[in-house]
């Protein structure tokens, strides 16, 4: 038995079929919401809250997507009519990998919905970037589609894509201080 089997990148992905799009939760609410799922589950948990749905990616060997639907439903009871809630589960890396890569082929065929998703992506790839397995497995998909889109010229709003995805990443401020420092000392050196 490799690794494969014994954990794996799961995920259930939410859909309302209402003809609102809206969030299925605010911003606000989907942290506590990942909060949550990371204290059941393990901190390998991302979740993608969207106007066209929700995504809850875990990294584990358990199946969590019972749990995870019951916690959407709960968290949602107030704001949404549940019944228009449809849930997919995939419980491999096969499965997931199909269904976001067919999640963004299809967003590709909507430019507005494409750069917002690869914004928010992009975004939420380096909020958390300490993730060891769906982060980076995520990303290995994401890449591998926005080549694809950019070999067929099939890619939306190019120009901008490739901006956001190699804009340079805020400093961080204690680098910015271990930088000073070490001019600081280098300087001083030079001094005596």
Known sequence: ????DIAS???VNIRSIDIKKRLLMSSNMVSVFESFLKETIGVEVLVVNTNIGMEVYYYSQNNYN???KESVLLYTIKNLDQ????FRN???REQVYQSF????MTFAQYPQIFLAYTKKFIHLKEKN???QFVVPILTSFFDEVLGFLSETGKMPHFEKVKRVKNKPQ???PNQMVIKDLISEVLLKKHYN
Request: overall charge negative; aromatic content about 4%; proline content about 4%.
């Open 1 to 4: 038995m490799d690794d494969e």
């Open 9 to 11: 990148i799961k995920s």
């Open 66 to 68: 019972a749990f995870i």
């Open 83 to 86: 019944s228009k809630l449809k």
């Open 90 to 92: 995939n419980l491999n």
């Open 101 to 104: 890569c067919e999640a963004l």
């Open 129 to 131: 970037e300490s993730s």
């Open 170 to 172: 805020k400093p961080d």
